[in-house]
């Protein structure tokens, strides 16, 4: 499969600060990634999607100045989490598709785990 | 009704057995339909596509499609420990644009 990863794989910070979570495709190029959020025991959220050189699109209820998103190269997406408060600690999850004959396959990143104190 | 439905189990099977895991999904137009594998903690990987009615086999694996009835299932032959973990069906609606996630079933492979 392709490979995406992310950068931090673990942050704790404190409330009030931003944090950015990078997320690359090593092997492929993606013009569109995906953002997602999973709470403990719960599935996977997106929270939006993140288009090479225009503005992301986002999930309803998703505060998109709480939640920037740039996608700045073909192989780059960030996602910062601006004024951090416990209630966005989550586990974020990247993903990108790779086209696979007639059917598009979406592969995640490891995650970043996110800790706000 | 939501958009992905599975039994969160958890299902346990004994080592070597067959594990049955099954998907309905609401979106009469999805084309593309996923099994993700999900460790505790970790991501989701990937571990079999489908879009065609019938069956798709992949080593141990094999999804089956049926577009009629809107179910999707996973076969796990000769269940091993290491396959103990939740799996996440996954559907692409929303015109193709969306993947939607099941809340997974949990797997348990026992000794």
Known sequence: GAVVSQHPSRVICKSGTSVKIECRSLDFQATTMFWYRQFPKQSLMLMATSNEGSKATYEQGVEKDKFLINHASLTLSTLTVTSAHPEDSSFYICSARVPRGVINEQFFGPGTRLTVL | QKEVEQNSGPLSVPEGAIASLNCTYSDRVSQSFFWYRQYS???????????????????????????ASQYVSLLIRDSQPSDSATYLCAVLTGGG???????????????
Request: aromatic content about 8%; proline content about 2%; hydrophobic content about 30%.
């Open chain 2, 41 to 67: 903690g970790k991501s989701p990987e990937l571990i079999m596509s489908i879009y065609s009615n019938g069956d798709k086999e992949d080593g141990r694996f094999t999804a089956q499609l049926n577009k």
């Open chain 2, 97 to 111: 644009n969306k993947l939607t996630f099941g809340t997974g079933t949990q797997l348990k492979v026992e000794l």
